[in-house]
């Protein structure tokens, strides 16, 4: 267990001196605060613009920090030849890649939290400074709690999309491991779509691999409850509970999954 | 020793002016070409949706800004060459993104519904808009009362909208006031008092500015048709006492002995036609022109007996 938190704690530390992940925060704050100029030009919908346009540069910015840091968790180490020095230490394959996986997952929630600290600080000062008769025509306070879960499932979508780029990430190139990553996020949002194909196509054969590609990609869609939240129309909690729960369970799979290459693989 | 970059910051900073300058000289001079009518080159809401790939509701605000610059830009241009052809497209792509954009098909209800050159006069657009968000967003009961409301002022069809604005009151939130005003439309459609009290409903529950602007430049444009009800009485009088017709204020106010010009509720003169000596609002007003009052239902006669 410590020696998980020790590499995990290395690869926070990689990753704050890398300044990728500043950079991101940085513009993210940008766009946040961008959207409240946008939002002159709304007709009077500038809270739900200003919360939409948040809530997708946390989720924007979040997916290009869980890819391209997480694409390079274990090649780079292969490539700099530094993997050899690592596990010369008492230190299993497991243990580096869940170390890997977790520091990634602290960088991604630190900077998820200061994007969502910034949001709210626009979201408060947009509060402050608007008409009581048009804040009367908002479907949901300002500062609405529930937005909070939004991100909540935001950062396990993202933690998902960590674990599908260092799956990728332990047998394949920084490049390959970008697209197949990216790709799997897309067919992640279409996924719906093949659940339903047997009302589209008559041959059942088809119509049963199209609903077995359904259970076997990832799900992503339930993760976005952002229009919901921005509604104010309730979420179940039964149906976010189940949605961290397909989270862990996906995430195990594929840690299991990328343990179980890392630890076959040959380093010459 | 590091190299000094002093001279490449300089030169950056020069060649940045020379390249702010030069844009300069060629905006001056370059008209950018602009498809007549614009472009929308996706108007299929699924399609959309699915190439959004779960941003549905920010692609949904961008549509939404380009519907709202896109109306306002059209009104700004001359009169003659107004069109508002992508302005139901765009908001059909909006509520398609995002079904419970409220805003969106009430704003539609308005503004496809203002005759040209204010709007492209389609009030079967703005009832589409409408009938999909009850089919999309639930039974609002907000969405009754605009289609309803369609129906009264633009339509002047009084039984549909009474129809609307009872199904509104029976609609899960419906306001207590729509099935008295049902009742008041089926028996009095068109009469000034009821168009005053829809008007000031969708200023007091209105979701945006602009719907609260237009409401209330049709409450002050009512306000307007009282006084000038009133004025034309008084003009009459003058000219019946005269034996001709008011040809400008002094004289109107002087023979009636008025407090002065009168302004309309926007603080503009109304004018006399000297030809006819009726009054009337004037051009420069921004209330002008003033709608097409919905006619009147004609009392039934009563049966003999």
Redesign the interface.
Known sequence: MRSIALVAQAVFKESVRDRVPYSMVAFAVLIIAASYLISQLTAGQDMKILKDLGLAAIAVFGLLIAVFIGINLVSKEVERRSVFAVLAKPLSRSQFILGKYFGLALTLVVNLSVMTLAFYAVLLYVDLTTDALLKAAWPAPALDPRLVIAVVLIVAELMLVTAIALFFSTFSSPLLSALLTLGVWVAGHFNADLRNFEAVLDVRPVALLARAVYYLLPNLAPFNIRAEVVHGVPVPASQVALTLAYAAVYITILLLGAIAVFRRRDFK | MKPRNRGLIVAVMLLFAASVGIQAVRDRDRVPFEPPGGMLWIQSGTAMK?MA??????V??LY??RA??YYGGQRLRDRSERSYELLYPMLDLVTTL?P????AYR?GAIFLTEGYPDGPGRPDQAIALLENGLRRDGERWEYMHDIGFIYYWWLRDYTKAAEWFERGGRAPGGPPWLAPLAATTLAQGGDRQSSRTMWRQLFEN???????SSAERRLLQLDAMDALDQLNVIAARYAAREGRVAQSWPALVQGERLRGIPLDPAGVPYVINPVTGRVGLAEDSPLWPLPEEPQALRPVPEPPS
């Open positions: 699915r790939l779960g941003f549905d509701t920010l949904a605000d939404w800004i709202v610059v995002d419970r954009f409220k805003v704003f209105a979701d945006s500015d602009w719907i609260r």
